[in-house]
């Protein structure tokens, strides 16, 4: 490898995978737990068996390249990257050479996936799907490197409001719990949209499930578990939005209730995809306290993870790290037979509880 070559992939490549190492190793967990070989080679045969199906694997493969080019982006915005603008120096074919191995390498389980789904497809010579899944996935590259190869020339670009947004602004005051959404979709509409997709997908399979066996009440809770973990990356930035990008929220004089309904208020607006479709598609062998319970046990997961936010300053390392530990514990917990409730009042009162205690107390060491 050439010396730009090393560079681009320490900064990009190699700390993609150090701070999305438990995401990783949390879906590895569940495939493996969950699924059996016999089981994996099933769907992939699924997969394959149709060019409609397909579209399955290429939505997923879609956000997660949506997913690194959002990584990548938000890398070069950090002060300690701006050396990378050098970049633009060298000649046109080693930039081309550089990124393309990085996102190449980012891309790396989209990849094994799909040399997977190949080699099924190729056992039963379904030539089309073949050529489509390599197709996808070379679109896919070309896109994530063109989009880091602009940005690298590209630095600094300036944001203008469309005359819309200015006319809207001016016209309508918006409530406070829209704020952050606001925020949060111009400045990372991909993280967003992956957390909701997700979590929506992750829940309807689950739902799904139901519809084979009779299953009871803990499988419908793994997946808000899982779902609720999800969510955490959007939430890390609602809490940053009100402590750092938005302190003055600190100062008004409103009352901690207040202060808590603002923010609860944008939870719920942020998880309307999650509640509708656990309610649309709701197992009718359940009963409706059951409906009420899990509505909840996803809510309190959500209160509880905004408390632990405040309880200590931690990177996104270590914050997806415990996340990881607690989704394993809750999952093992769930399959003991824990009344839900329990989890409801614990994740409610502890949540609040950090929350109240550390709300003035929090302040940020780790500013990555």
Known sequence: MKPEDIIVQRVFAREYYRQNASFF?????????FMRGHDHIALAEFFVSSPLLLLIPFTIWTLYILKVISFNTETLRRNENEFLFMFALLNK??????VFLTVFNQAAPASIYGIFLIAVAVKHHMTTSVGLIILVLLTLMILGTARLYYALNHPNQERKVNRVKRFFDRAFSKPYPIFFIEWFLRRQPLMLIGSKVFGGALLLGVIYLYRADAYDHRLLAMGIVIAASAQTPWLRELHRFENFHFSLMRQL????????RYTITTMLLLTLIEIGLVITYFPPHLTLAVLVQSILFFISSLIFQQGLL???????????SFVFLQTMALIVLVLFKIPLVLFIAFHTLAGIYMWVRNYYRFQYINHG
């Open 25 to 33: 190793l949390l879906v590895v967990g569940l495939a493996g737990g």
């Open 93 to 98: 074919k080693d930039q081309w050479r550089a």
């Open 253 to 260: 004089p409103l009352t901690f209730f207040k202060r808590l």
């Open 310 to 320: 405040y309880s200590k300053d931690r990177t996104q390392e270590q914050l997806m």
